[in-house]
């Protein structure tokens, strides 16, 4: 589904990116992990199409397509979702209203008919009654005033409207209690299925308590240096990341 092949980039003169490889199937899901600075939101945002990310070397190819000849809405119409795409505050636009600007955008540029007002209101109280969500989330601002468990609450029902094909959430961590953590956990649960695939970006274990990974990859200076099972997360966490950086082979 998402392959990315000897990725190198740089961002401000910098180069971050220095040869990344992953592979990832239908139905997987993939943990990210790495220190700070490692190169991991870098990652997101190439593949989310954001600019100021200079790509040097290397394919990323997204069933088969080249995505990075791909711009940003129309990776979200091929299926890919990013869940640091709407992080914003939009303060006085109602919530339901650039949902379903978000969903018909989508849906347009697929070639499917846009959902009508009862269509759309159907769906989103389908997805409200699966995720256990609130409808007051539908009628405030985008994301305005929203707390941190509420934003990720958000992101994880714009997750379930779109119905990707692939999700890449970048869980910045920092700041996210665990009512929030288990938002995205119990999200990712629910959205999990044989056709979709998920790379969840983290800083911490604690997440993958929650969300258990088929795989787990350490990125370290701009490489994936270390990948296994869940419990490579685990190891992670009793030795701490100075433990991986001993192992990386400076590069020459
Ligand atoms: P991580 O998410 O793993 O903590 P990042 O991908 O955010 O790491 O950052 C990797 C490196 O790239 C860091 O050294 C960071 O300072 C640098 N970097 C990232 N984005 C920018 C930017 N827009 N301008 C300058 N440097 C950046
Ligand atoms: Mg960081
Ligand atoms: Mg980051």
């Known amino acids: 589904m998402l392959k990315i092949d000897n990725l190198h980039a740089r961002v401000a003169g910098k180069d971050i ?6 592979e990832l199937g ?21 593949l989310a199409g954001r600019e100021g990310y200079e790509v040097t070397a290397g394919t990323v190819s997204f069933e088969g397509r080249d995505l990075l000849a791909l711009a940003p ?29 978000a969903l018909n955008a989508q849906r ?7 959902l009508d007002s009862m269509q ?7 997805k409200l009654s699966v995720l256990h969500l609130k409808d007051e989330l539908l009628h405030r601002g985008v994301n305005e005033g929203f707390s941190g468990g509420e934003k990720k609450r958000n992101e994880i029902f714009q997750l379930a409207l779109l119905e990707p094909k692939l999700a890449i959430l970048d869980e910045t961590d920092s ?4 009512d929030a953590l288990k938002a995205v956990a119990d999200g990712v649960n629910l959205m999990r299925s044989p056709d979709r695939a998920f790379l969840v970006i983290t800083h911490y274990q604690r997440l993958l308590d929650y969300i258990e990974p088929d795989r787990v ?11 296994g099972g869940p419990e490579l997360a685990l190891e992670l966490e009793k030795h701490g990341y100075a433990w991986i950086r001993d192992r990386v082979v400076p590069e020459a």
């Open 73 to 101: 809405e129309e990776r979200a119409a091929a299926g890919l979702f990013l869940a640091f795409q709407y992080p914003v505050e939009i303060p006085g636009v109602n919530n339901t209203y650039f949902l379903r600007a």
């Open 175 to 178: 700041g996210l209690d665990i």
């Open 217 to 227: 990859h350490v990125l370290a200076d701009g490489r994936i240096v270390e990948s």
């Open 17 to 22: 990116l220095k040869g990344l490889s992953l």
């Open 120 to 126: 759309f209101l159907k769906r989103v109280r389908e």
């Open 26 to 46: 239908p139905g997987q899901v993939h943990a990210i992990m790495g220190p700070n600075g490692a190169g991991k939101s870098t990652l997101g945002n190439i």
């Open 108 to 114: 347009k540029a697929r070639g499917e008919p846009e």
